[in-house]
């Protein structure tokens, strides 16, 4: 992880997922929520459920299903939904450079929100004020989110999403 994540987050919530629709469920909701500039990573294991998480969250801001892909082969996909979505995956990438490379900064605080899959990947792909979400096994389907929120404005969406 980055420095980001030896802060004090300004709100923390963890919610319990029994299934890949319960999770997509929760993605929906937050996908209703997102507005431009908001930042969401994503962390946890390989197949806890990220981009399953990031689908819902297409869903509920008005994404085409068509247009979601898992991004396998692009690092940085961008989504027309209610607001521009970009869905990154930072499993492969090389390191800072590249992902300089593919406009992901210009992005920061812009006309859409980002949701980036293996934050952890890149330390400088942190922005100080983000939401980070962090998924992890709990046995068969289940999963355990914990969402913890940096900044007034992802406290305010984290609020929203999961409970004041
Ligand atoms: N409670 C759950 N929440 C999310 N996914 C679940 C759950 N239970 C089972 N699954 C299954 O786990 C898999 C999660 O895959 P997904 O691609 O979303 O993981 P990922 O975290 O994005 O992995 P990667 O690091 O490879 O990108 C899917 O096959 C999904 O159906
Ligand atoms: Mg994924």
Do not use: C
Not at 67 to 75: D, G, M, N, Y
Not at 135 to 161: C, K, M, N, S, V
């Amino acid at each position: 992880m980055g420095p980001v994540s030896r802060r004090l987050p300004d709100l923390e919530r963890e919610v319990a997922s029994g299934s890949a629709e319960e999770t997509f469920a929760l993605g929906e909701r937050l996908g209703r929520l997102l507005a431009p500039g908001d930042f969401v990573g994503l962390l946890g294991e390989l197949g806890t459920g990220k981009t399953q998480l990031v689908r819902g969250v297409a869903e509920g801001a008005g994404v085409p299903r068509k247009e979601v892909a898992s991004p396998s082969f692009a690092i940085l996909y961008p989504y027309r939904g209610r607001i521009p979505l970009y869905h990154a995956d930072l499993y492969r990438i090389s390191g800072y450079d590249e992902l300089y490379a593919t406009g992901f900064f210009e992005l920061w605080g812009g006309d859409g929100a980002l949701l980036v899959e293996w934050l952890d990947r890149v330390p400088e792909a942190s922005p100080d004020s983000l939401l980070l979400v962090e998924l992890a096994f709990a046995g068969d389907d289940h999963r355990t989110i914990q969402a913890r929120a940096y900044g007034a404005r992802p406290a305010e969406l984290l609020a929203a999403w999961l409970g004041q």
